[in-house]
């Protein structure tokens, strides 16, 4: 893909930053620049941008999985207590 770039933005990053960069460059034989600006369109584009709480991004998750304890909800105490004295 190519753009016409408008406008020019500088950035310090950290070494650590910096690195793990160039090392995306290389695994990926992508430019830095193309790196960092699909990036920064993702961060943009991310639905947390849109003001959307993470719970609400995972609302379909909740409830969802299946402990294996039909009452875990309501004497979840009592199995708190007995997995701490298992050593758990």
Do not use: C, F, W
């Not at 910096?18 to 943009?44: C, E, N």
């Not at 299946?66 to 701490?84: C, F, M, N, P, T």
């Amino acid at each position: 893909m190519h753009y016409i770039m408008e406008s020019q933005l500088t950035v310090r990053l950290p070494a650590d930053l910096t690195d793990a960069l160039a090392r995306a460059s290389r695994k990926s034989g992508r430019r830095s620049s193309d790196i960092v600006r699909a990036a920064l369109r993702d961060y943009l584009n991310a639905p947390a941008a849109a003001g959307i709480r993470p719970a609400e991004r995972v609302r379909a998750l909740i409830g969802s999985l299946d402990s294996g304890v039909a009452d875990l909800a309501e004497q979840h105490r009592e199995y708190l207590i007995e997995s701490l004295s298992r050593g758990r």
